[in-house]
């Protein structure tokens, strides 16, 4: 973010000024729109460049930088972390049931989810009983009503599947 300029850091002949309170007081030159803000005790700012004659308001610089931080905090939206729910390959339908819980509260907590489930040894052979497996957590979470936009289609990795998914 880049400081705004105030008082003779601004190079334009003319601005338009906003008075502390909001109220427009129209094109004036820059000499006599310094000299408003420095009778009220408070510095002009200049808020935009992008037309002519830029914006400038009058008012106190400190509370101004103050407001645009708060501003930028406000923006930060949070965009969802990615949260594991791991499947073993002998797991029982009541564990996956509690696995398939946990990845519907992160789902509403608008979080992705990655579906993992581990192969070791002998079971690498066996990933078509891995995908059913993955495939009934999922029919169990559209069970519980909520929509789901798989980012990752189910894909063969080096330690077993894995796939992503979010809530629409």
């Known amino acids: ?10 190079r334009a002949r003319e601005v338009r000024i906003v008075d502390e309170k909001g109220l427009q007081l129209g094109i004036v030159p820059i000499r006599e729109a310094i000299f408003m803000a420095e009778e009220k005790g408070l510095d002009l700012i200049q808020v935009t ?46 564990d996956l049931n509690t696995r398939a819980n946990n990845a519907i509260k992160f789902l509403k907590n608008k979080e992705k989810v990655r579906i993992e489930l581990i192969l070791r040894g002998r079971e690498k052979g066996l990933d078509q009983v891995g995908k059913e497996k993955i495939k009934k957590l999922i029919e169990f979470i559209e069970k519980q009503e909520i929509e789901i936009k798989i980012e990752k289609e189910l894909k063969r990795e080096p330690r077993g599947l894995s796939m992503i998914i979010s809530k629409k």
Request: charged fraction near 30%; proline fraction near 5%; aromatic fraction near 8%.
């Open 1 to 10: 973010m880049s400081k705004p300029l105030i008082n003779q850091q601004i």
């Open 49 to 94: 460049e992008k037309v002519d004659p830029p914006v400038c308001r009058i008012g106190d610089y400190g509370k101004y930088l103050y407001s645009l931080k708060k501003k930028d905090k406000g923006i930060k939206v949070k965009t969802g972390e990615l949260k594991n729910v791991r499947l073993s390959f002998n797991i029982s339908d009541n």
